[in-house]
Every structure is written in C-alpha cells, then in structure tokens.
C-alpha cells in the first residue's frame, strides 16, 4: 500500500477510544522518555490507563479537539489540540496549542501525520484560533522537519536545568 491509495478516515475521538488513545499517548511518553530521561515522564504500567483517561476526557470539552486516524476499525494515531487565551508567562496572545500528535510506528511514512495535521487545522481555525503553537523535544529532528515542511517556524528554544 502506498501513501498515495491510503487514505484513513479521520474523525473525533470518542470516550469509546480510550484504549486506543492510551496505547497510542504510552507510545508518545516512551518516545520522548527515550529522547531524555531526566526531563520527560517514565512510562509506567498505568500510564496508558491516566493518559487515555485524560484524552477521553477531553472529548467533550469545547476549547479541545481530540481527532484519531481510523483504519480497518483500528485507530492507528491521534492529535489533540487546546484553544488558550493569553499566556503573559509564554509573552503569547491567543492561540491554538497542538499538544499531541502520534502515529502508530507500523503506520508511519504514510502521510497519516499530515493529513491528521491539516485536520487539527481546519478544526482549530473553525474554532477561531489565529495561530497554532506546538513543541517538540530537542531530539525529535523528524519532527521537527515535519512541522516545517507544514509550515511551523521556531519561535522558543526551552532549556533545562537539573536541580541538586
């Protein structure tokens, strides 16, 4: 199958998809943990229970949109996005903030992450959102090229400092 002919169907999530979105936000906490121990979350056996939990809470909230990528009945990735107003700590106006965006590994290199992308997009900005802000982890070089082949520019280097 090529990127070209697959084509999911991307829809908002459901309380029904919190397996689904827990497996998928264990994943993204496994992912950056990997990329640095000491500033990200550890996986932990409930993680996926308190991160599909969260997700499926946020469904029905009116300044969240949680959208998932279905295939064949399976929900293969997700993203989840807020609308804030203005952050003076951040020195941001209002914004659309992408919080998430994962694709399962078996489905990636499939163009999933842009159309779930544009889908968060057209979502945020029927809501209103002048500007979509979004973070990725300093490791995370693909990322980092995806959301600037979409457009995204950097605008904020976080750093971190351990404390004794």
């Given amino acids: 199958m090529t990127s070209d002919t697959f084509e999911p169907i991307i829809r908002r999530a459901t309380a029904a998809d919190f397996d689904s979105l827990g497996r998928l936000g264990t994943l993204l906490v496994q992912e950056h943990y990997e ?21 499926a809470s946020q469904v029905d909230e009116p ?13 293969i990735g997700y993203s989840y996005g807020t609308i ?11 914004a659309a903030i992408l919080q998430d965006l994962i ?26 959102a002048p500007r979509v802000v979004l973070s990725t982890a300093q490791k995370n070089e693909a990322a980092q090229r995806f959301f600037e082949r979409m457009g995204f520019r950097r605008t904020m280097i976080e750093m971190t400092r351990e404390l004794p």
């Fill in 35 to 55: 990329f640095d121990q000491r500033r990200f979350l550890e996986p932990t056996p409930s993680t996926a229970m308190h991160y599909g939990g969260f997700l």
């Fill in 63 to 75: 300044e969240a949109v949680v959208l998932v990528a279905e295939h064949n009945g399976a929900v």
């Fill in 84 to 94: 804030e107003g203005y952050d003076y700590m951040a020195l941001r106006g209002p």
């Fill in 103 to 128: 694709v399962d590994p078996a489905y990636r290199s499939r163009g999933i992450g842009r159309i779930l992308l544009n889908a968060m997009i057209a979502a945020l900005t029927a809501q209103g």
